[in-house]
């Protein structure tokens, strides 16, 4: 089905994109069709999966979006699990979750699509010796390329090629079948902390020594953090063990619905903003205690944690975005944040009305353009419903993260200039460049969102 010059909006919809032809593409021979036919399909051509990502990735003015709409699952093994591009990470994980199994990473989006996960960046707190991007675990893409080619790819027969692809954010063509690395299900326990800023940059070498998965909460305005602990636990030992199931639930709940209904309805009907941000601080405040008091199990299912968002985003809707930083300067990097922000408040009157959150990422050279290459990072992500002045303070917010080293995503980090995307990957962006020119000589996938990202001409 298509239809003509429309507007396309990521899920947020605070993001659009004016392509001239939307399609969806239901098989491998519609993929082929649209390749093929470039008078009918013009360039850029841009595969969309679910449109969750809060950067412009998914942008092709003037030329073709591709709903993915590729949805089988199409061969389970002991390790893994073969799919479609447009699967939902979280119904994999429920697929897995029926035969005992999991996903390495459970990123709390559940929305995001396999084919996204095969070349976009990803992020959840990693375990004890292991990644926490998702791409990281995929074993094995089926791509088709610019001329048509289909390529089937793989650490063992290319890894320069696959350490590419796992970044490569659709510019190498479509990706039509990925294969996961899955394990058998494990329980997680979970248990949450919350400190004063100084206390916990003090304790920040203990406190990554606790051998879980740290995900954090940050208060800027409060100077407090409070730490989400996740640690697997041996199943084998308790012979009437039986899940926890409304632990994450009551946080999912909280994380998705309440706060971001409440920060969106103080925007709406609290203009003074003393008042505003004290309901919101206050609400912070008792969110913390109860997950200090109330938010810990020690059976919860890995699965729970992913949240399946409405198919069309409500009025319970956030956005965010993100940098990373080296763990190894957080203790610098955290508290010129929060000062950052409160000076920002000061002088612009602009503050985020969400928490930000962050999260401890193994080093990863999975993926070329990976945020952790050269060691652990930590990030920090301010959350808004998009508050009058977000825009603004998003570039601010850049200019700080890139000045102090920072690492940003492609799909996740709105607004990242071409001087800042260069400054953080340096000499592997020559590398991605020759071979994105090599797959794609004449820039059917090239939009131009990454044309200026990689200065090219288009
Ligand atoms: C409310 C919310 C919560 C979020 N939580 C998390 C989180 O916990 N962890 C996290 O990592 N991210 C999170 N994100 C970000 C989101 O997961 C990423 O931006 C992800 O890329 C979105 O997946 P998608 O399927 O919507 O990808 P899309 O936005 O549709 O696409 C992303 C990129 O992948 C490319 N692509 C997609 N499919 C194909 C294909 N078949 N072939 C070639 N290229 C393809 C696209 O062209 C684009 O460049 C969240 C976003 C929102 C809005």
């Known amino acids: 089905m298509e239809q003509n010059r429309i507007e396309v909006a990521n899920w947020f919809g605070d993001l659009k994109t004016y392509p001239s032809v939307v399609v969806e593409a239901h098989s491998l021979e519609d993929l082929e069709n649209i390749v093929n036919n470039p008078e009918k399909y013009p360039s850029p051509l841009k595969a969309v999966g679910q449109n969750h990502s809060t950067a412009q990735c998914c942008e092709a003015d003037g030329g073709t979006i591709i709903k993915i709409k590729m949805n089988k699952i199409l061969e389970i093994g ?3 699990i073969t799919v479609e591009p447009g699967v939902l990470y979280k119904d994999i994980g429920e697929k897995l979750d029926s035969l005992n199994k999991q996903h390495y990473i459970n990123t709390e989006i559940g929305c995001l699509s396999a084919g996204s996960a095969a070349c976009a960046a990803t992020k959840d707190s990693s375990f004890p010796g292991e990644y926490g991007q998702v791409g990281s675990y995929i074993s094995k893409i089926k791509l088709l390329t610019a001329s048509g080619k289909k390529i089937e790819v793989d ?3 290319d890894p320069e090629f696959m350490q590419a692809l796992r970044s490569s954010y659709g510019n190498f063509g479509f990706i039509y079948e990925i294969t996961f690395k899955t394990k058998p299900k494990q329980p997680l326990k979970v248990w949450h902390k919350s400190w ?13 020594q606790t051998n879980a998965a740290l995900m954090y909460y940050l208060y800027p305005f409060e100077n ?3 730490v989400e602990h996740r640690q ?7 012979k009437d063990f039986k899940y926890n199931s409304s632990l994450w639930k009551i946080r999912n709940h909280l994380w998705k619905k309440t706060a971001p209904n409440l920060g ?3 925007e709406e009907n609290i203009s003074m903003d003393g008042l505003k941000y004290s309901i919101i601080d206050n609400f912070n405040a008792l969110v913390r205690f109860g997950m200090r008091n109330f938010l810990s199990a020690n059976n919860t299912q890995p699965g729970d944690q992913t949240i399946r968002y409405p198919d069309i985003s409500d009025k319970s809707r956030y ?3 993100l940098w990373a930083f080296p763990e190894s300067r957080y203790h610098e990097v955290l508290p010129a944040y929060f000062k950052f922000c409160q000076k920002y408040y000061k002088l612009n009157n602009y503050r985020t009305n969400l928490l930000n959150v962050g999260y401890r990422i193994a080093k990863d050279q999975r993926s070329l353009f990976s945020y952790s290459f050269d060691e652990n990072v930590m990030t920090v992500d301010p959350v808004s419903t998009s508050n009058p002045g977000w825009r603004q303070f998003l570039v601010d917010y850049n200019v700080f993260c890139s000045d102090l080293g920072g690492f940003p995503m492609f799909n996740q980090t709105w607004g990242v200039t071409k001087e800042q995307a260069e400054k953080a990957f340096g000499p592997r962006f020559e590398k991605f460049k020759k071979i994105r020119k090599n797959i794609d000589p004449t820039n ?5 969102y990454f044309a200026n990202i990689l200065e090219e001409k288009i």
Do not use: G
């Open 78 to 80: 002991d390790d893994f």
């Open 155 to 157: 650490d063992q027969s």
């Open 196 to 208: 004063h800023i100084n206390d916990f940059i003090n304790n920040l070498e203990e406190i990554k």
């Open 224 to 226: 407090k953090i409070a």
């Open 232 to 238: 697997y636990v041996d199943i084998a030992s308790s």
């Open 264 to 266: 969106r309805w103080c």
């Open 319 to 321: 956005t965010f975005s």
């Open 444 to 448: 059917r996938f090239l939009n131009h």
